[in-house]
């Protein structure tokens, strides 16, 4: 049974990174096409230039929407910059689309190449829009939790999480953070992932000084600690900071993934970490895990004195 779980994660792992990836090959070969179609002496430039800026607006979404700019280390794109450059892209496109058509009409007989390039342009100007438009809706919305997963309330905590199911299993405590509030563990690869939420020390506290803090009790606990990127990050309506790092304990490599929130004097620390061979792994799976994190009140505060709560209400 656990070989057959172990091939399923391995099969998806694949597909997270290669369809990205055919998917930008794709429209970066369609945008060089249009531009050498383009040189053509009896192509409408306006027309094949006009493709050729929708194909390059279809290619930041694998690189910000699904795994491949946390596969390859780099700063995810914000959905809201990424809606910001996809618009000014498509309406320079339909423009271009526009103005070419016209010029194509007015010279009959002269362009033999662009009408069609133009009319794909209108035609999927809006198809992008609408992309971009579910895309937003869904990172509005709730996840939906399998059949036999549960969500996991932490009322004393105002946060809520939906548990990732087989092949983890929730441990009672952690060796690296044994204050976590909640602590899961994977099997090949060996992975945690954790969850730290408690009352903040004060109601100004900043996540800069939770990524600090968070910095000095991995440290705390590892041989060598090296942060390699500290950037911003967005879970559901959560802002934060995003750390990545590599340890050394024991003689063994690893890596972690923090995602860090100080909210309305609530701090909430999300990592995943493993070994640093399965450095790919660990950023796909926190990209997958950090959604199933919810504030349950995003405007609640913490009462003067908060205990820690030690038991989840399956809902």
Same mark, same amino acid.
């Given at each position: 049974?656990?070989?057959?779980?172990?091939? /399923?994660?391995?099969?998806?792992?694949?597909?997270?990174?290669?369809?990205?990836?055919?998917? /930008?090959?794709?429209?970066?070969?369609?945008?060089?096409?249009?531009?050498?179609?383009?040189?053509?002496?009896?192509?409408?430039?306006?027309?094949?230039? @006009?493709?050729?800026?929708?194909?390059?607006?279809?290619?930041?979404?694998?690189?910000?929407?699904?795994?491949?700019?946390?596969?390859?280390?780099?700063?995810?794109?914000?959905?809201?910059?990424?809606?910001?450059?996809?618009?000014?892209?498509?309406?320079?496109?339909?423009?271009?689309?526009?103005?070419?058509?016209?010029?194509?009409?007015?010279?009959?007989?002269?362009?033999?190449?662009?009408?069609?390039? @133009?009319?794909?342009?209108?035609?999927?100007?809006?198809?992008?829009?609408?992309?971009?438009?579910?895309?937003?809706?869904?990172?509005?919305?709730?996840?939906?939790?399998?059949?036999?997963?549960?969500?996991?309330?932490?009322?004393?905590?105002?946060?809520?999480?939906?548990?990732?199911?087989?092949?983890?299993?929730?441990?009672?405590?952690?060796?690296?953070?044994?204050?976590?509030?909640?602590?899961?563990?994977?099997?090949?690869?060996?992975?945690?992932?954790?969850?730290?939420?408690?009352?903040?020390?004060?109601?100004?506290?900043?996540?800069?000084?939770?990524?600090?803090? @968070?910095?000095?009790?991995?440290?705390? /606990?590892?041989?060598?600690?090296?942060?390699?990127?500290?950037?911003?990050?967005?879970?559901?309506?959560?802002?934060?900071?995003?750390?990545?790092?590599?340890?050394?304990?024991?003689?063994?490599?690893?890596?972690?993934?923090?995602?860090?929130?100080?909210?309305?004097?609530?701090?909430?620390?999300?990592?995943?970490?493993?070994?640093?061979?399965?450095?790919?792994?660990?950023?796909?799976?926190?990209?997958?895990?950090?959604?199933?994190?919810?504030?349950?009140?995003?405007?609640?505060?913490?009462?003067?004195?908060?205990?820690? /709560?030690?038991?989840?209400?399956?809902?």
């Amino acid at each position: 049974m656990f070989l057959a779980l172990d091939i /399923v994660n391995i099969l998806l792992w694949l597909l997270a990174i290669l369809v990205p990836v055919l998917i /930008v090959l794709a429209f970066v070969a369609g945008a060089i096409q249009c531009w050498v179609i383009s040189r053509r002496p009896r192509t409408n430039r306006k027309c094949a230039l @006009a493709l050729m800026l929708l194909l390059i607006a279809w290619v930041p979404l694998p690189l910000a929407l699904g795994t491949l700019a946390p596969l390859l280390g780099l700063p995810p794109l914000s959905l809201e910059f990424l809606t910001l450059v996809c618009s000014a892209l498509i309406i320079a496109a339909a423009v271009l689309a526009v103005i070419g058509l016209r010029e194509f009409s007015g010279t009959q007989g002269y362009y033999t190449q662009g009408r069609r390039q @133009a009319v794909a342009t209108l035609l999927g100007g809006p198809a992008l829009v609408i992309v971009l438009i579910s895309n937003v809706v869904r990172d509005r919305s709730e996840v939906v939790v399998p059949p036999g997963q549960r969500v996991m309330r932490f009322d004393e905590l105002n946060f809520k999480f939906y548990s990732p199911g087989e092949p983890w299993t929730q441990l009672p405590t952690n060796s690296l953070i044994p204050r976590a509030t909640l602590a899961f563990k994977h099997t090949r690869p060996e992975l945690q992932f954790l969850i730290i939420a408690e009352p903040a020390l004060s109601a100004d506290y900043s996540a800069q000084q939770l990524a600090d803090e @968070a910095i000095a009790e991995v440290l705390a /606990v590892v041989d060598r600690l090296e942060v390699v990127y500290r950037g911003p990050t967005k879970v559901r309506s959560l802002e934060g900071i995003r750390l990545h790092s590599r340890a050394e304990r024991s003689g063994q490599a690893y890596y972690c993934e923090h995602r860090l929130f100080a909210t309305n004097g609530w701090n909430y620390q999300l990592l995943v970490w493993g070994r640093e061979k399965d450095t790919e792994f660990i950023a796909y799976l926190m990209e997958w895990l950090a959604p199933r994190f919810e504030q349950l009140d995003p405007s609640g505060r913490p009462p003067t004195s908060t205990n820690s /709560v030690e038991a989840t209400t399956p809902v």
